[in-house]
């Protein structure tokens, strides 16, 4: 049985280099899809924001000379790049789905509408949130935040490299411990770094619950699903 029947999953540009120092990694992007169509194939509604770290960072591009709201744009655009090779990755293993823009770009992606997603959704695609919120100074965190709350998501599946929050960096300090469970107003007294303060702040105030887990591991995201306590969770 599937604990969420609408969920955002929000995947990491970076995570998508896998091996290599830059771009898309072929085998972790088949891993990926995988996952996602084994969820999928639960019945589990699925919207997908993806970074575009893997390509290109708005904010540290503006530390080396690029124009902020440039940057932010060259950003969105790493973006709808990696939501277009996920997309190319599912229709590979049978799997359909649309790939949404947040500023006009057909024929590469249908412009974003609440709407049309949720139809879609329902229709049984996976529906892809590319460009972020369209504009500058927003993270894709918060673009994340943005469409699951939009789309009324269950909850907010974030895909990282480690297995959920802990009390410091676990790959800096070998005594972080780790949270099963946490509350918003504990993420902000303790300084904690899950999310951009906006999209905490928008997911606080949405009551949009956020579960973090480990993606590069194969199946935890359906174990997440499943409801196997494999992360942490975030809530008021």
Known sequence: MARFKRI??????????????????????????????????????IGIVIGGGNIFRGLSGSQKGFDRVKGDQMGMCATVINSLALSSALGAIGVKSKVMTAIRMEPIGEFYNKWKAI?????????????????????????????????????????????????????KDSTAKKFTEITYDEIYNKGLKVMDLTATTMCKENHLPIYVFNMDVLGNLKKVIEGVEIGTLVHN
């Open 119 to 171: 139809e879609a959704m329902e229709a049984g695609y996976i529906c892809i949130f590319s460009g972020g919120t369209g504009n500058p100074y927003f993270t894709t965190d918060t673009g994340s935040s943005l469409r699951g709350i939009e789309i009324e998501a269950d909850v907010m599946l974030k895909g990282t490299r480690v297995d959920g929050i802990y009390t410091a960096d676990p790959e």
């Open 8 to 45: 955002l999953l929000k995947l990491s540009g970076e995570s998508l280099m896998g091996k290599q120092g830059y771009g898309i990694d072929a085998n972790r992007l088949a891993e990926y899809a995988e996952q996602i169509k084994e969820v999928h194939e639960m019945g589990v509604q």
